[in-house]
């Protein structure tokens, strides 16, 4: 017998269904549950697919909204290749996937067949799970959370930070910036208002990081963030230190990706406490 696969815009149903199986790990599958809640508590049409080898979950996938790029659990190599008939005989159009290494370029490969077109890996990520938390010297300055003051200086470094990882390509077209800057703005204007957002003060902000809510125990680190006049002063790893000294005494598990290109932050982290559990690859789809 086969896999089966079966498609929804519900995040509930998907939670309902496959949560038993996320949290088997939650670590590595904090990023589709995030994502699941935040669909189920804002009521956020999305895709979502579940992969069944009979009645049991064996893998899940979801495309936070129309035309973004997937993100897919682990699954057996067989089911990733259902995955795809069943997203392409759907029309169903993907911008990329992301995932464990070799799942995503499972899906890329067959994506790549499938739609005759080119897949391209442009972003290697390290997964990191804070194991204990080591003292370190902090910087000049204090940890504080962002207000609405910080709002334009955010949406700035947050675009900065996507071209800077390759999530957003340069581009001189007007619609596709105006597109990235609401994006940006209303990624920033949520988690401000959520109080997600924090930032390294020197007289000024120097460094940010953004918090996301804890999911089945687990909160993770994102767009850390540290403009290029102020690099190699230690602000990034005061800021993380703290807010991973936070958490940890919140009694969350606290977990972090980071760009494989960049060697010096994967050091830093290792220093606060960090080990790393896991690689990660995005392909884009041309």
Not at 56 to 77: E, L, W
Not at 136 to 160: C, F, K
């Amino acid at each position: 017998m086969g896999y089966i696969v079966k498609y929804t815009k519900d995040p509930n149903l998907i939670l309902n269904e496959a949560e038993r199986f996320l949290n088997t790990d939650p670590v590595q599958n904090n990023l589709i549950l995030t994502i699941l809640k935040y669909g189920v508590d804002e009521d956020k049409v999305g895709g979502y697919w579940i992969v069944y080898d009979g009645s049991n979950v064996v893998g899940v996938c979801v495309q936070p909204h129309v035309g973004s790029r997937g993100i897919t659990s682990s699954m057996p190599f067989e089911a990733v290749q259902s995955l795809v008939e069943d997203i392409v005989v759907s029309n169903i159009h993907f911008t990329g996937i992301g995932g464990e290494v070799s799942v995503t370029a499972n899906f890329a490969g067959e994506w790549g067949e499938k739609n005759k077109s080119p897949v391209i890996p442009f972003l290697g990520l390290r997964l990191y799970k804070l194991e204990c938390v080591k003292p370190i010297t902090s910087n000049n300055g204090y940890l504080r959370n962002a207000s609405s003051d910080n709002r334009e200086l955010l949406v700035d470094w947050l675009y900065d930070f996507t071209v800077e990882i390759g999530v957003y390509q340069e581009s001189s077209d007007p619609q596709i910036l105006l597109t990235r800057k609401n994006e940006t703005s209303e990624f920033i204007d949520r988690n401000i208002s959520a109080g997600n957002v924090w930032l390294w003060e020197n007289e000024e902000p120097v460094s940010m990081v953004i918090r996301t809510p804890e999911v089945y125990g687990v909160v993770r680190l994102e767009k850390i963030y540290t403009p290029a006049e102020q690099r190699n002063m230690g602000y990034a790893t005061s800021c993380v230190g703290q807010i991973s000294e936070i958490i940890h005494n919140e009694g969350y598990q606290c977990i972090l990706y980071t760009d494989l290109n960049n060697p010096v932050s994967n050091t830093i982290y290792r220093k606060i406490g960090y080990n790393a559990i896991a690689e990660i690859l995005q392909y884009r789809f041309e």
